[in-house]
């Protein structure tokens, strides 16, 4: 209260609570990190929240590194983590993965998860360039427990083995994220664009980073603004150098609007006629973008922007539901059916090195998940990265693939997850998904245009070698009869 | 109103109030089946309201058939159906299963499941004895959407392939679960029971049915009675006519207590003291029932009666929590640690064919779903059928094994299921839990052992031939090196 | 619906809502009047909603007479029939005050209110010029209620051997309030500006009309404008013209600002300094103004406005409190004690013929009823009547005196009504005052100042003479030995 | 905490906790007392709590004297000191009244009610025998506020005048309510009993005490058991000794049934069937007892019994309403009319010394107020004290009269009090009834009947002699020409 006196603000408004929070809050960072460093200079401190919001950089100053608390099974989802570390990869700061050994989540005493889960847990942080840390509780007769230990053994063992393919890796991606969440702070709707986005990503087998305003966009191939990026001055500036040096942009939503929303602030090859009056709507995209299975108009949920290409390239039609669901009109149990005439505006529109999605693709695949979605965004993101994607992959899109670089090994390492989850159970309201059972994965087909030229291929750390396939100078086609659970390949140059 | 006081029935009291409303719901059943016939007496007449209750036998007279409505991604998720099914397979009544080519659920205009999810779905039914039914919502222009038919054509061409294997099947069960929902109704907790207790069933590939106390239960080799079905004198007397000719029983939490809960009405080979003061409590298990990668002390949630093992085999022992977590006493995020010291209870016993477990493991499992739980069950449930399973496989747990008779074919027909589902979203407040691609399954071993002589083993429809190879009279071993979705194996004698 | 639609309302906007609503509501008064002249075009129709909102008058000329609906212990209290009477008199209807016979409201059989409330409230009606309805309920056998009608009968007879001073007869009156239900509507809370305004003129024996902006201000000595009256140009100009033709104006709180609040629009001696911050303040006006027994500062509920006497005379001083109650500053059980010094502000000025009050002093002494308000607000008042009243008495306030004009009968009525009310019960949330034995009051002084010679006065319907005793010329003063319950004084001219 | 643990209270029992809160509190009272008098063993302590619970007599050891809180506008109102003094009064304890200068509550600076309030109030209390206080609330500058004592001055000036007369002065009481609030505590309906029949008697002015179990009840012309009050042996034995000296008895409702409430414990001259299924019903009292403007059936809210006289006589039928009001049947705004035959049932009986009413006719007359409830309960009194009032006045209801004694001065005080109070404002959800005039009273006429032989009678403290005229050798008939607020009558022997 003294503190709100002192500084003029006013305890009966919001906004000057939250300053007063954000005050005390740097406060606390301040004064607690000079404490625990009083007697040790070096103290290595980290300041946890469950989560370590994007784009939140001033506080970093106070943390020596960053732990990236992700329990799969106790809210925080199998989506969580990676999204975090292909972010925090991108920050200064070494970095560490923290699980659990429960069931559930912290303070389960007795709780375990099966030991494949842990396996598998432990494995996608090294492939995100993760360090490991894996949350017990200490029993207070201070007894160690044998299962815990085991579970966490098994890991670990795996982990030391693959230790010397994860030092000093680095990420290597070919789009960035412009994380919404960093726009926007956590507060807003932002994590579900980017945590849909990356979903697309993962599930597509596309090379990711996700970035802050502040990081670097260049070497990318692709940017991604999901769903709700609206542009200010710097922005616009930012992203204008990174295309005249060769990037390209996939907007959707109301991304690459002005903050007022009321025009484009790149030509999208499209004019513009503000939000649909429809919610949801449907589209019919181009064949070339279509899904697979669904060659008919299929749902968008949430609203989409009108636009009618023009000097672009039209991605596909909307179409109109004949009305939307109000007191006044009604059908079935969810929305109106689709006219059997498409409208006169189009679902997305590609000029030059910018393709513009009407509709939050993002968020409603983050909410829905249906594969038509995937499916269409991905043949989105495909067209824009035409001869460019790094890697290429057969894997089914619940296998996870990174890949990285050691160049003072002189080699690449990809990584390569799979282990099929099931959702068993509830923590409170969370849904527990279980790992239990993994079963192999045979006959993957893996195709890497990399700039280096390989001369070995091997699993790691078994060190059985894999033959090389070059199908062209740059493109090595590797073939692995069977994975389980995490495999590293190892390709010297 | 009019009925009520026709009937002295009080409208002021909630019980008066239901009986009018089962009157209201039986006359309308009365009335619109006779109005569905007056021009054609065998006019198919089914009443749907979502889910077939188990043990409401009264009504079934007014059905000509049955359909399981069961959307796994409308809310009704992946479980729903076998349990419904095992049920239903056992009742006069043809049936067919029920779900939707939507994404959702009804009304979905413009949403598509993957055609591998319709495959997969249809599959189940099949595997099940049940016709198979795909909802579709006709557009008002009365066009059929061309992605929809194709979907379900992919389906259903499966499906006309395989339907020699199917007609007037049988499935064969080792197992029965007395279902706790047909003695308690759909309104008590009996639901969870029963789920918890086929989850267990399925994904240990026990071969099982669900009935309810009218039917026979001759013939099983083991009765489940999960949770909390306590035993009225109709119930005893037709449970010990079960054992006398040879059945066994699996007890758990209230199960086979008199109504009023003071005692076991069976010699279960313990004292028994009444429910544990403790929720929840530790278990840990014998060696020979403990789970695989547990050897320490587990939480069991939910609470436990109290027994000493005395006559009977104990199961393992209870380990009692410090505390309760009340407003008293707190530790941590969740409850207390166990105590250093074993109580003096044990977690199960066994005696003769008779095995009661102390917790109501069934709902524990279906709750939170550790796998230490079902593989705690599954080596009791084991224990109990020593030497008498039909079937016994390498498959993972989230493949579903069945074994169907046609004995008009004088053939068995083996099915293998299996499709990693993942969530992916949410409709509403109902997780979607999305079946994409579906990788294969390597290398299956299944071991057979059936009262006849099998003469011929191959894959069905494709009719390729799997080698026999008996490892003892009636044990026949089989090796299947990949199998997709769904796979039939034609057994013939 | 049909009819938003027409109109182009939108449903799902409350304003459209209203529109709606208002034009269904005179839809429905155009057509049901409409039917019930069919047969009989001087039918008379009367629409009854409880109350005659002041100011509603477009919905007027679908009633042919107007029912005061005011059951005083039906929870519309004795002081609302006093407030909508002395308006609707002043409207060209014929009208007449409704009450029950039941002790609290409609519904009650076999209940009573005692005989003296109903006569009491009879001679109210009559004093006020209202013609007399008093509700009965009847039972079902059509039986009528002999101690209903005994009640009744009492009553009536009184006022059938008063009507010959009734007929014809117009209320005098000094003042006139403009009323704040008319301006605001009966949702707003002019109500309470108009009741409390009432009050304090029936307790001060002040004769008075209540308008609207409509009607004739002309003719009236002062007009009060309470508390919360902002001008437009309308009300603005026709002020002016009241005031040049010698009309005198009291305004509080808002009154007399412009409707942005930014200004008075009158020259009112003071400075306008905006809302004091403060709430409640303290008040110390002159000697001339303040409450007989309050010398000191007194509080005032509500907000003040902040003036500073330039031209004008003070009222009165403005005294703040230390602070407002906030989370900030506290003290003892209610609001903080007034500082020891008096701000610079006034509570009130006068200036020619207007007198501005600071405070919304009417709203004030309906919500506290301190005598001390009604007293402080009364010297105002006369104040700005000095020596033009028309009439002054000793009676308590208690009493209620009115004077009506019979021009055909070239005589005036003075009527007196005197009823103790105590608080005794609830009708739901509402309180029951009731009238039980009427003590008579013993030696009224009535100073009486009339612009015509009165010849002869003498209680009615007695009969008996009242001595005549001229002070002055136009100043007549009587003494009343005693009445009781409602007595009228015939003053012939 | 500590006390629960050590005492084996379970502070998850509302019960356990509300023995624990008792402790507390009756460790509160011994500790703070015993501090309270560390330095002086007599200094004077009294734990306020708003209210002193009757029949709460545990804790009064810890008090050395008693302050009644009761602000009338404060939310007490004008009845709470009544019966809470003359409660009091019975108690071995010196007390005082404790009212405020405030026109609300305590914590209003600024704020004064009228000085005739509080010349009644601090009447009221010496009439009563209570010593007075008036709370004022200091300003933080220690100023005294003039106007506050002024006001207060006044009042005190009128006390000090007429102490000699209140000195050890004895109240007088024909009539004793036995407190349902004492048997049932103030958490039940045991105040609204109490209240209901201290009004009746109050405005009746019959003398009387109100009284707990553990008082004498010897020496009552008439004891009155308040609607709700069942009897165990103990009450029962105590009735039954205080009948046998001759006392009589008023029982309604539920008073005198067993604690069952299956049988009357006395011989009340009447069959008894139970509670009526009826609420409200009518009741048709005979001509003795009906109220004098109501002579036919008026309704009776609340439950009543159903009897039937057999060997007492009647006091009245009661009439059933056709039904009562439900889902079921409806009519009107309220309740069902009346049957137009009488049921069977009794609404009283009276025999010997027992009068029984079979409504709980003082918590009606709380809750409602109608004066026929009250002429009617009056009507039953004066019937069971016939020939025995000391009183008979033909005040007004709205004043009350007291009789004292001061046998040291052999000498009685009469007291009347007489203050209209109107309805006039809120405190948050309190009615502020507002003494502002005081009309006089003229020619009160008062018959007493007292043992001794009176002297001389004269208005106190005024000396005015007033003359004596004996009806009889007991009865002395006084007529007052005008007395006003609060006048003592002097009656010396």
């Excluded at 929070?21 to 740097?26: R, S």
């Excluded at 603004?225 to 295309?243: G, H, Q, S, V």
Aim: negative net charge; glycine residues 8%.
């Amino acid at each position: 209260m003294a503190l709100m006196e002192k500084n003029g603000w006013d305890a009966q408004k919001p906004e000057d609570r939250a300053k007063c929070a954000d005050h005390v809050l740097m406060q606390y960072f301040e004064r607690t990190t000079a404490a625990a460093r009083v007697h040790d200079p070096s103290m290595p401190v980290f300041h946890n929240s469950g989560h370590i919001t994007r784009g939140n950089r001033s506080i970093l100053q106070y943390f020596s590194h960053l732990e990236l608390e992700s329990l799969p099974t106790g809210g925080w989802g199998y989506d969580h983590f990676p999204v975090s570390a292909k972010y925090v990869a991108k920050l200064p700061h070494d970095f560490l993965g923290m699980t659990g050994k429960f069931h559930t989540a912290w303070g389960e005493f007795g709780g375990f998860k099966h030991p494949n889960a842990l396996r598998y847990e432990c494995g996608a942080m090294i492939a995100m360039n993760a360090k490991c840390s894996v949350g017990d509780q200490l029993h207070p007769e201070g007894m160690l427990d044998d299962s815990t230990y085991d579970i966490i053994g098994t890991a670990f063992k795996d982990v030391a083995e693959k230790e010397p393919w994860c030092e000093n890796a680095e990420p290597v991606a070919d789009v960035a994220i412009l994380s919404s969440e960093a726009v926007h702070g956590s507060k807003g709707n932002g994590t579900d664009a980017d945590t849909g986005a990356a979903r697309v990503l993962l599930q597509s087998h596309v090379l990711f980073d996700v970035v802050d305003p502040e990081m670097a966009f260049d070497g990318y191939k692709l940017l991604i603004l999901p769903d709700n990026i609206t542009l200010n001055a710097t922005l616009k500036e930012k992203l204008d150098a990174y295309m005249a040096q060769g990037g390209a942009l996939l907007l959707s939503g109301k991304s690459g609007l002005s903050q007022q929303g009321q025009q484009f602030l790149f030509d999208i090859g499209a004019e513009y006629k503000g939000e649909s009056e429809f919610s949801p709507d449907y589209i019919l995209p181009e064949k070339a973008f279509a899904p697979e299975f669904v060659h008919t108009p299929f749902i968008m949920y949430g609203s989409g922007q009108r636009i009618r290409a023009s000097g672009g390239t039209s991605v596909g039609k909307v179409i109109d539901p004949y009305f939307n669901r109000t007191y006044r009109h009604f059908c079935s149990h969810q929305h109106a059916p689709n006219r059997p005439e498409a409208s006169s505006f189009d679902c997305g529109v590609v000029k030059d090195s910018i393709m513009y999605l009407a509709h939050p693709v993002f968020t409603i695949y983050k909410k829905y998940g249906a594969v038509a979605y995937r499916q269409y965004i991905r043949n989105c993101i495909d067209h824009m990265l035409t001869g460019a994607k790094t890697i290429e992959t057969n894997c089914p899109s619940q296998a996870r693939v990174m890949l990285n670089h050691q160049p003072h090994m002189r080699r690449y390492v990809l990584h390569i997850l799979y282990a099929p989850r099931e959702l068993r159970g509830y923590f409170f309201d969370n849904p527990i998904e279980v790992i239990d059972e993994i079963p192999p994965l045979y006959d993957i087909d893996v195709s890497l245009s990399l700039p280096v030229s390989i001369q070995h291929a091997a699993l790691q750390p078994q060190g059985a070698p894999v033959p090389l396939n070059f199908t062209n100078e740059h493109t090595l086609q590797l073939h692995l009869d069977v994975i389980q659970c995490h495999q590293m390949v190892e390709l010297r140059y």
